[in-house]
Every structure is written in C-alpha cells, then in structure tokens.
C-alpha cells in the first residue's frame, strides 16, 4: 500500500501524529489486552455471573461485550482523527462477491484439513504435547461455540488485530517496513493471547494469524479476513465436537 493512499486514510506521517499514535496503540494495548479479565470482573461484582455460571454462557458474555468495546475503541480511534471507520477495511464495497465467497469458503476448508491432519500431528510430534480443546458435551454448546467463534474470532479478532493493529503500527515506521513490522506483531500477539491452547495451540494460532493477515493485506477487505477466520473457526470447532 502506497504512501498518498496511507496519507489519504489515516493522516499524514509526521514525527507528531507518530507519538500521538505510539501514545494510542499503548492504551489500547493495556485495554483490550485486559478487557475480558475487567469484563469477568464487573459482571461478578454485579452478579450477573457467578461460580455456578455455565462456561459455555460465561464465554458468550464475555465475548459479546468485548466485541462492542472492540468496536468502540477502533471506532474513536479514526473518528477522533476525522477518519472513516471504513477504512480498515469494513467499507461496502470491500463486501466479497460470490465467487469470493466460494473461495474463501474452500480456503477456510482446506486450511483447516491441513491443520487437524497434518500441521498439528507435526506441532505434537516436535513440542511433546496435544492441543487443549474444550470438550463440548451437547448440540446446545455446539451452537454456543460456533456463535463464540464468528464474534469472537470473526468479527472481535480481525478488527482488532487485522483491522487496527496492523494499519496504526504500520504508521509508526517508514512505509516500506511499517506494514511488515505491524503484521509480524499483531501474528505473535495473536499467538500470545492463545497460550490456553498450549504450546502446539501457539503454533497453529500463529500460522493461522499469518493466513488470514495475508488475506487481508492481498485484499484490502477486512470483511474477507473476518468471514475466512469465522468459517476457519466453525470448520474447526466441528472437528473438534466430532473427534476428528
């Protein structure tokens, strides 16, 4: 991406606009990375959960409201610099046409066949160690999980890391190197962040996050990111209830 269409999008590059987006990217850093640990918080102290809360219905919480903070945050983010929310990516003529849609489709499936039959059986074999999954016991928590993942991962996951993380770290460097630099950090936050999974659960969260970077930078559509990450996610969560 040129410098006039970055200029054009997210203001010009100059040595203040820089530390003022240095200043930003630090509080929303220390905010979204503790969101859902605050959110766990307020909604015990308000009792809207509990230790008896379902962990399936505590997650769905969870991931809802950080998705409108996520949205919220990225939002002011342009709008306090006259910008266009659209412009991560999200604008209507970003949507993808069907034959997109197809090939993200089958993207997303060939991607995740490569992962449960071959990426992760390497990721065992070189860390010693399985991947950690929830073990869903009903349809009812399926359903909850697919939810989970097309907001959580979809929608939540690639405005903030793609969408954001990407195109603000971007402006902090020169332009021939900025992109890169915001993509590598953004690829091995995401993997930070699924430490839950385990060591081979970092590993394929970080190949995952380098795929659905490079759909988004190919395609300048966030909406491509989001829909290849959520259908990534559902196909992944089928394998999982189905012991694939």
């Keep these: 991406m040129g410098e006039n269409t970055q200029a054009s999008e997210f203001g010009e590059r100059t040595i203040k606009s820089r530390c003022i987006l240095i200043l930003e990217l630090l509080m929303v850093l220390l905010l979204l990375q503790s969101a859902d640990r605050i959110i766990a918080g307020v909604l015990a102290k308000l009792g809207v959960i509990s230790a008896a809360t379902p962990f ?26 006259g910008k266009q929310f659209k412009a991560y990516g999200l604008g209507l003529d970003r949507l993808p046409d069907l034959k997109m849609l197809g090939l993200l489709f089958l993207g997303s499936l060939a991607l995740q066949a490569l992962d449960v039959f071959v990426i992760e059986k390497i990721a065992v074999n070189i860390f010693h160690s399985s991947l950690n999954t929830v073990e869903m016991k009903s349809t009812q928590e399926l359903l909850v999980f697919i939810l989970v993942g097309f907001i959580g991962g979809g929608l939540r996951e690639e405005l903030y890391y793609r969408g954001y993380l990407i195109n603000k770290i971007a402006l902090c460097f020169p332009e021939k190197i900025g992109v890169w630099i915001g993509t590598i950090f953004q690829i091995a936050l995401f993997a930070a962040n699924h430490t839950y999974q385990g060591a081979v659960g970092i590993f394929e969260t970080a190949l995952g996050a380098t795929v659905f970077s490079l759909i988004y930078l190919r395609t300048r559509s966030l909406w491509n990111a989001v829909i290849f990450h959520g259908l990534f996610d559902l196909s992944g969560i089928l394998a999982i209830y189905f012991h694939l």
Excluded: G, N
């Excluded at 399936?56 to 610099?81: D, G, H, N, P």
């Design 56 to 81: 399936t219905i505590l997650i769905l919480f969870i991931t809802s409201i950080s998705l409108v903070i996520v949205l919220a945050v990225t939002y002011l983010s342009q709008k306090l610099r």
